[in-house]
């Protein structure tokens, strides 16, 4: 029977389509947009026993057909921690932290990266293209230069200095946007229509959220084959959101599970157009970012949509979260939990207060936490409370030192 | 039969003593100090079939016993990429990359913590001490603060920013002290004897040496259980480089290998006590470190004996490497085979042309490059070469960009 997809296309609905035959048709242009696809079949999940590991364990549930996987980088089996301590302090006996910082560049934009590349590398692709304020211009930059295709970024003039030494370091051509990162993102989606660039752009090219979506997989396969209660993400434009609720929805699709876990979407408190949506029941609305969450600064989400009615499909909800809230959650994730975040990584575990004080999660279910990034990008949001204390080398002063409160 | 060892204890020579049996002695008292021991027995092996993930995998060869792993942080596993554009730029067509960045705090210092860790929990251990200047100080703050065993860090009082503010992020207690890294190594045995704390330090605690090993065991397997032919490994004060040389002595001791690989220690100019005292056959004698390499600017290295002993038996070699090409070699890690290295952690790939250049190495040889640690750590050593291009937002500008050389 081979790879089956359900997919509404623009405003036609096919169903039963080769997965594999629908993305060709979307290279080739025959269809101009995909606008929502899954694959189903049990036969299509990995068996129990299979030992290919990362992402491409997954193929048979990815739009990449047969032939071998030729991009070099490991990509996915980030590990899934259950942090006991965290679970103490947190009364959640049942509570895991997706461990996203643990990839090539240290955020989930890399399996996005991934899929792109092996995609663009099939089709002779010279350059790939994205606009991007941090994270996925690292994990492209980085990528491509692996591969050895060219990529052009396109950051707004702000761009933090960290981030944009690693996409130079990595070799590719970037163009500091003075207009800011709302006209960097249409010039980029211009430039590479003009120029024939491989565009990446999140929420443009649908393979970033096919690749995205074998997150909810590893999750399920950690979970020994069953999926969690609740699992809360970060959200900023929202694909991050819509591909782990894709990947359960696929799971479902292929006899995995009987539901959905409830999809909880943490903002931050600076911007939160989802949220307000959410809360209000009108179209959203666009705001201008005031969050050091960089990784979430999403103030016209072109994902919106997709995002409210996956939560709501899900069961889930959305709760927001302060500045201060995140930068406390990057301390206690290090301090308590082994993993360094930056603050849209930390989002989600700064949102599991509010969202068991909104009653969207109980302290008995099984609860995920998506921590999506490192704070070793971001060090200047790594912020510790207590300084270092200077002494002479005797004992004295390290007992004097061990006893001061 | 169990687990069987031999062990060189002191002077007196023990052979066919239980593993555990032989650390728990150091842990009682009964043996002062282990000097070298190893695990043997085709048994042994993790069955090709093992699902177990990580370092664990190799539990039987590890001196942890049979009791359950509650180590929270998952370790091991790290990706042998094969880097096909670095192949092609180096002409070495079956080179390998051991990516040991991608670590909870992204070095191979956290297997060491992980085992030690472990050992302590069993224990009862209250605190955890070690002096670092850098990555072992970092996965240690981190590691202990995941189990809530408490950590005591001493470094010197030009500890490099980034670092300290992740032991501190951590909850670590950390003590500057004034006289510099050799003053802060004496302090931290004689306050751990004295104080009662477990001490990590590498050289000294031989569980680091055991859990370091484990790394040539993921490279064997990675390979298809075959060795290369050669690995490069930096060196500072060398446990490293013995770990990897004590794992492939275990596999040849448990019949999956016919032979070491040729083990190439690579020093820094500034810093390169070992390689003096290979070249010459005089004893080791300290000098004052002068590299960008905080990460092997070891200049009195306390392991210098076994890492000579090993790289002569495993019919290998040293070099060194200058400043600048470690810096190129973090360049060219980053632009060509898609990791971000520090300074330490690009040395073994920057080794690879003198290596080759002196003989060690042959072209047509399985190598293996060992990766040891991220550059996110040390922001100020990723020096890109080209600056981002400021642009106004039209496509005019995009092009005259895109076009200038």
Redo the contacts between chains.
Sequence with gaps: MGKIAYASVLREDFTQVRYDDLYQALATGALGRIEYCYAYGPELLPAA?S?TSGMWRFRNLLPIGDLPI?Y???IG?T?L?????LREATGIPDLWLK?ET?????SNKDRATALVLEHAMRNGVQTVSCASTGNVAASLA??A????IAA?IF?P?EVSE?K???M????A???????GYE??F??SQ??AR??GWYDRNTGVNPLTLEAKKTVAFEIWEQLRRRVPDAVLIPVGDGPTLSAMVKGFRELVACGASDRLPRAIGVQAEGCQPVKRAWDTGKPVRSVRPETVADGIAVGAPISASLVLRDVRESGGGFVTVSDESMLQA??TL???????AEPAGAAAFAGLEPAMEAGLIDQDETIVVHVTG?G??S?QY???K??????????EE??Q??ESP
């Design positions: 026993t030992t030729t070099p980088l490991a089996d590990p921690v259950a942090p006991y301590r461990d643990r990839t090539p560049t240290g980085v990528g230069a692996a591969t050895g052009t950051v003039a960290a944009l030494k690693l130079l370091l990595a070799g051509t970037v163009l500091k946007v003075r207009e006209a960097a249409e010039l211009e430039a003009t120029f990057i301390r290090a301090a308590t939990g082994g993993i360094l490192t070793l990008k060090p790594l912020q510790p207590v300084p270092p204390i200077e002494i002479n080398a005797t004992l390290v007992e030192a061990i």
